[in-house]
């Protein structure tokens, strides 16, 4: 078409394959265990009532509220659009479009890859080892050259293992002083225990990025953290947008961070921890269940015989859980969010009655 603009896009972009998010794969469902979301939602209802005025860059009351749950200081914390606007960030702010690289380790959480293809920064793509899915540390050391950050999911989306600290401290070690590790901990409030939040003190070069979109059951307001060295965070401060974080975001982000709200989220998270152990032991008993990989997060990935059958009887009985076959090693597989207790007995009930045709 004479006036297609269509030339004036970015090469790059031209042949981008966008995030293939929950939203945008659709669906018609009535449970949705496809986006890692909290079935179980927080009731919050805002306290401000006027908007003609811009917000704080980087709101006081909700950077405090995060210091004080992770036990940082507020320079050490850079509250974003959700955690991927975190991911986005740290590659415009440290990585050279066609100069620099990143590493990622999957299969993992695909926006790692997907930003640094919009900023033209390459890719260094390191499987993890295939179903203990931990990183190829070896692998990892040879391919550091050009690599400003390495993006490392803990718990791993879609695999749900937590990656050995001790390995995790190897590769802060070895890359201190030239590259970043980035560990993006969107599900660490599930086995909080292994969070690196405690190695921030130790290690200039460590990167942790958190969000409330899962255990706080707040996916819609879109509200992340970037928890660094202030260094790091100083640079961020540069890059991001003048007000990214709405008004009645910040509002409600502090609600969600008060002691009482905290104590309702752990108590959420040890539901849907049960709900999780309860879904493992009822998929045991299913004969077209293969594998069930251990899983320390709201989601298990699931092996299956049939698993293009089970996954379209689901879609059309309206429940709708994640396909993973396309990824590197889970051929067969699917990712299915924890629910609440009435929507794993659906999915069940669902997966018996196909096991019997
Ligand atoms: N990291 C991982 C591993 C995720 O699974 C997600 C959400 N799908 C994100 C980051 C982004 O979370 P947010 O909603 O905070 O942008």
Known sequence: MKDSIIHLVRSNIKNLQPYQSARRIGGNGNIWLNANECPIPSLFTANITSFNRYPECQPKSLILSYANYVGLLNDQILVTRG???????LIKA????????????????????????????????????KNT??????????????????????????????????????????TLG????????????????????????????????????????????????TLAHKEIINVLNKVISPYPISTIVTDIAVQSLSTDAIKIMRNRVLTLNLNRNWLINELKKISLVKKIYNSRANYILVKFHMFEKIFQHLWEKGIIVRNQHHKIYLKECLRISIGSYSECSRLIEEIKILSKI
Request: hydrophobic content about 45%; aromatic content about 12%; charged content about 20%.
């Open 178 to 225: 030239f590259a970043l590790v980035v560990i993006d901990e969107a599900y660490i409030e599930f086995s909080s225990k292994d969070s690196m939040v405690y190695f921030l003190k130790h290690y200039p070069n460590l990167i942790i990025l958190r969000t409330l979109s899962k255990a706080f059951a707040l996916a819609g307001i879109r509200c992340g953290f």
């Open 83 to 89: 955690a991927d606007e975190g991911i986005e960030l």
């Open 94 to 129: 440290f990585c050279n479009p066609r100069e620099d690289a990143i590493i990622y380790c999957p299969p993992t959480y695909d926006m790692y890859a997907i930003n640094a293809k919009i900023a033209n920064v390459e890719i260094k793509e390191i499987p993890t080892f």
């Open 133 to 174: 899915w931990q990183i190829d540390l070896e692998n990892i050391q040879h391919n550091l050259n050009k690599v400003k950050l390495i993006y490392i999911c803990n718990p791993n989306n879609p695999t749900g293992n937590i990656i050995s600290k001790k390995d995790i401290i190897h590769l802060l070690k070895i």
